[in-house]
């Protein structure tokens, strides 16, 4: 309702970084990201624990209140700067979140009902009938059966599932441009999560919005998603439409982490290749690539060089040997060679993995 | 799919674990009871994983500690290597428990922060060593009650007070330290840290906070296995744990069944977990079986129409069951009072008149090693 503008530019984020003040030393939890994210498009953020992908949303919406926080670079929303400005006026009616567990986010206390007036009456300005009416409307177009029924229930009376739906209602409610859902489903069953995520595409198709899609799993990306951003110890590896990351896929991490996942069409006892190591400590990360220490390509130049973002406009990579070109099979081979990486990692030949 | 009957149990010989009829009720109230599992049965050879998998509240979880016996099931009979557990009496039951060991899904809430993660790992030891001491308790029992009675008698009552309490002392001392004193018990411990991928130098100094996830879900597994037993029963592992971990964990898994020779029981809500682990799959919904057999046959060719819709819902990008059916848009019945019938057909495409008169018992799918218990199965492709 704020604008009636359906291209363009939406969110663009400029080398912005977030760190922490600790006993230690600055964490640097996200460090120089950059992306631009269309309207009513979807981007997915993919990433591992400790990858930076809540942490980058959440300090971009202005959720986080700490005084250690450090926050750099510019995001720039519809033209206005989010960076260092109280971002409250933005909650609900422009930007809504819905997060990991719904029965943290609502309000024990509270009926639903009056959950799901606050933004109607705050930033819509309905008076209670107007309200109740739309929540109703609402509540249906989650697919929430009784809707009426459910507006006088309580959160503990309703299942996981339905809790989460209540959340992109209330998210929903003060119609945003933007939708950052925060691992929306990874509290569900599977059979939850399909039906919440394919709801979230209805949704999307119906209303126009952006969507950011957070989330560990790269098959909950694919497919619902239409650029990937994948991120690893706060910096973003790779950014590419989301079918070319799976076809062609450039970053190393990438492949590790692909490989790393159980398939269904593998047969029972495949042996699956873990990515060896730990992920790394935001205080004192590895210089240069984040993730060479763990990397089979790892080469001099991966520890001593941060490698910046390459490749095409449309896909992305921050790698030297990318997989699949000339230099990363050179790269492989002096390794395997060697027996290991520039970083040390050890390199077992085929057959003993 | 609330399925009962026994048709796929096998008569093999080395059927190391046998579940029969076992039902596990929860009063809630005077009148009501949860049905949290309601008369399955399965079977589990030696060397075999089990992947057990169904949505949160079907019972899985509650299947896997009614069989180590917490709580002990309302009935049915749980047969590990031919007794009975619930026939055995606590003592009994403590002294088995190290043939029967469990694994939980958060690796750093399951471990005491305030031990040492070498402490942990022996832990076990000790505990099943110190079964020996009751007479020493009994001494110490005695001891007192000389002592008071030596408050109104002679001396020589309170010196055989005393010689009890020490007799005693000595006795539960020596079940207590005797693990750790015996030197076989501190290289057992150090080789099984060791075979799980963690340093025993290291594992002596650092408590569990100051461990990854992964290494404290190593840890957990180094805990049960240094008590050699026949089988573990895995609750949700691998799933608090990231993908590049998970995997990590997982193989480590696989290397502990060859080189241990355990047997596992493996549960979890991932299907693409237990494809990789399991040689059978047991799928479960509201307290009942649905299907169970060769985890290549079913994962090929789902029989009830439950497992489709899980294996269709399943976001894997290599999923060849993606976008059969439709995700299920309605509720979990309530356990209080699960549907008559079949359990899933309050949700079931499928569903006809009969599906809420009879239950469907559990019958054999084809040829082989499938079994599903459903009125309208999917196996001959309609």
Known sequence: MNSPKTTGVLLDVNEYSVGFRTERGLAQVVDKVSFQLERGSTLGIVGESGSGKSVLNRSLMGLISSNRQVEEGSALFDGEELVGRDRQNFWGNRIGMIFQDPMTSLNPVMRIGRQLFEPLRQHLAMNKEQATERAVELLTQVGIPEPKRRLRQYPHELSGGMRQRVMIAIALAGEPELLIADEPTTALDVTVQKYILDLLGELQTDIGMAIILITHDLGVARGRTDDIMEMYGGRVMELSPSEELFSDMSHPYTQALFSAIPRVDQPKHTRLTPISGAPPDPIEPPSGCRFSPRCVYAQDDCTTTLPELRGSDEHQFACFYPVGTDASMQARSTNTTRGHTATGLKIQTAGTS | ?382
């Not at chain 2, 008698?153 to 309170?158: D, E, H, M, Q």
């Not at chain 2, 879900?217 to 608090?240: G, H, K």
Request: glycine share 8%; aromatic share 4%.
């Open chain 2, 1 to 382: 799919m609330a399925g009962t009957g026994k048709a796929h149990l096998r008569d093999a010989s080395d059927i190391l674990l046998r579940v029969e009829d076992m039902v596990v009720e929860f009063p809630v109230d005077r009148r009501s009871v949860v049905h949290a599992v309601s008369g399955i049965s399965f079977d589990v050879a030696k060397g075999e994983t089990l992947g057990l998998v169904g949505e949160s509240g079907c019972g899985k979880s509650t299947t896997a500690k009614a069989i180590i016996q917490i709580p002990r099931p309302t009935s049915g009979t749980v047969n590990f290597q031919g007794t009975d557990l619930n026939t055995l009496d606590d003592a009994e039951l403590r002294a088995m428990r190290s043939q029967i060991q469990m694994i939980f899904q958060d690796p750093i809430a399951s471990l005491n922060p305030r031990r040492t993660v070498r402490r942990i790992v022996s832990e076990g030891l000790v505990v099943s060593n110190t079964t020996v001491s009751k007479p020493g308790w009994a001494l110490l029992g005695l001891a007192v009650i000389l002592a008071v009675a030596a408050g109104f008698t002679s001396l020589w009552v309170l010196l055989a007070g005393l010689l009890a309490g020490l007799a005693g002392g000595f006795i539960i001392l020596k079940g207590v330290f005797r693990p750790s004193i015996g030197g076989c018990s501190d290289e057992r411990v150090d080789e099984i840290i060791t075979a799980v991928g963690l340093d025993p130098v290291e594992a002596a100094k650092r408590r569990p906070h100051e461990y990854s996830g992964g290494q404290c879900q190593r840890v957990s597994v180094a805990r049960t296995l240094v008590l050699d037993p026949e089988i573990v029963i895995c609750d949700e592992p691998v799933s608090a744990l990231d993908v590049s971990v998970q995997a990590q964990i997982l193989n480590m898994l696989e290397d502990m069944k060859e080189r241990y020779g355990i047997t596992l029981v493996f549960i979890s809500h991932d299907l693409s977990v237990v494809r990789n682990v399991s040689d059978r799959l047991a799928v479960m919904y509201l307290g009942k079986m649905c299907e169970i057999g060769d985890s290549d046959l079913i994962y090929a060719q789902p029989a009830h129409p439950y497992t489709q819709v899980l294996l269709a819902a399943l976001p894997d990008p290599t999923n060849p069951h993606a976008g059969a059916v439709d995700a299920l848009d309605s509720e979990l019945p309530s356990p209080i009072n699960p549907p008559s019938g079949c359990r899933f057909r309050t949700r079931c495409p499928r569903a006809e008149a009969i599906c809420a008169e009879q239950e469907p018992q559990i019958a054999q799918v084809g040829t082989g090693d499938q079994w599903v218990a459903c009125h309208f199965p999917l196996a001959d492709g309609s």
